[in-house]
């Protein structure tokens, strides 16, 4: 690792409030988050602490309404945060984005009185939530999930198994899709389980290539009890929570790619100001000039297709095509920034002395989850030429 501090992003922000507040971040990621972040990843070890500190922050609960312990800001300056979190570890920034995801469903389409006697510990208690839609045979088509919620008197009866979560076994609470009704769409109806419920448990967390830190689990609930109140919305309205909720979460992953590929450029610019060949600073040669020009062009053009979609949210505007378009470009510059990276520094881009071999195998997840980026492009196209005929 380089002995030179990454420059801040210089960020236009709407208001002093939120200028103060991603100082915080900054602060709280150089303090609490990258020191640890390569040890803990190597290790796989999941840094509970650093999100209960984000809780007592206020930082859990952002896009939220105060009225319910959010923090009510703009998603413009919510994303931001997460870029921040995620350019000092991957696991923390994609954590909180999880979070927030997981607690879309009951913010948007719950009851008041469900609100209010959830939201303040999902939003600012020290609570951690985690999203179950994919199954083992149903990702790309999650219309066709198959764990099924069996109405038995006041409560529902879930079985089934859960793919692919985030912070599976570690949670502490769950919003979960599941099928109450036909086949398709229409027959999907949301809950949130508890993570202690009865009949529910984790397997062993997945081996995976990067984001070690980060548990990604099978859940399987069996005959898992819910009472009625923790159903969010209708019957046969959770694909519909769903959506949305994926909309919003997408642009989440989009800023956590751009904090990825901006911590690959920091550590690239450094090695190659600080690295000496041939009497010259390798910084000097026109091949790697060039090479980082276009590393922070994609990342300026990144970040400012996230946040443009992120204004049309914050308008109340339809954001879905501009959400797909950020996921998909910032994914796929984060996959280039981080993989350039690695070539700036050469043999020592491969070695786990730099941080940029994790950030690069990182950055390949990024372009699977939340809808893969194939899935992003059938949904711009869908918006651009309508639905297949075919």
């Known amino acids: 690792m380089t002995d030179r501090a990454p420059q801040p992003v210089d960020r236009q922000l709407p208001t002093e409030e939120s200028r103060d507040l991603l100082a915080l971040v900054r602060e709280i990621a150089q303090r609490e988050i990258r020191p640890r972040a390569a040890e803990e990843e190597d290790s796989g070890r999941f840094p509970r602490e650093v999100f209960t500190l984000l809780s007592e922050a206020g930082l859990l609960g952002l896009p939220y309404a105060g009225e319910f312990g959010g923090g009510e800001q703009p998603y413009e300056v919510y994303l931001q945060v997460l870029e921040e979190l995620a350019a000092a570890r991957l696991t923390v920034g994609l954590g909180v984005s999880v979070h927030s995801l997981a607690c879309h469903g009951l913010a948007g ?31 790309s088509d999650a219309a066709s999930l198959s764990t099924k919620a069996v109405r038995d008197g006041d409560d529902w009866i879930i079985t089934g198994t859960k793919a692919w979560i985030t912070h599976g076994g570690v949670a502490d609470f769950y919003t979960v899709l599941a099928r109450t009704g036909a086949p398709g769409p229409k027959g999907i109806t949301a809950f949130l389980v508890p993570g202690d419920a009865q009949g529910l448990t984790a397997a062993v967390p997945e081996k995976k290539m990067g984001m070690k830190g980060s548990p990604t689990a099978q859940l399987h ?13 209708d019957e046969g309205q959770g694909f519909t929570i769903a959506l949305a909720a994926l909309d919003a979460g997408r642009l989440g992953i989009a800023a956590c790619a751009i904090g990825v590929a901006q911590a690959s450029l920091d550590e690239a610019l450094a090695y190659a100001l600080d690295r000496k060949q041939f009497g010259h600073p390798i910084a000097d040669f026109q091949g790697l000039r060039f090479m980082l020009a276009d590393m922070a062009t994609k990342i300026e053009a990144g970040r400012a297709l996230y946040l443009a979609a992120s204004r049309l949210r914050d308008a109340g505007k339809p954001f879905s095509r501009q959400a797909a378009m950020a996921k998909l470009f910032c994914t796929d510059a984060a996959m280039s920034v981080t993989t350039d990276a690695v070539q700036v520094l050469g043999g020592y881009g491969y070695t786990a002395d730099f941080p940029v071999e994790r950030l690069m195998r990182e950055a390949k997840v990024l372009q699977i989850v939340e809808g893969t980026n194939q899935i992003q492009r059938m949904v711009i196209a869908r918006h651009l030429a309508g639905p297949e005929t075919r």
């Open 109 to 139: 389409y719950g009851t008041k009185e469900q609100q209010a006697a959830h939201l303040p510990s999902m939003l600012g208690g020290g609570l951690l939530g985690a999203y179950c839609l994919s199954e083992p045979a149903a990702g």
């Open 221 to 233: 609930f069996d005959g898992v009890r819910v009472p009625d109140a923790r159903r969010i919305g």
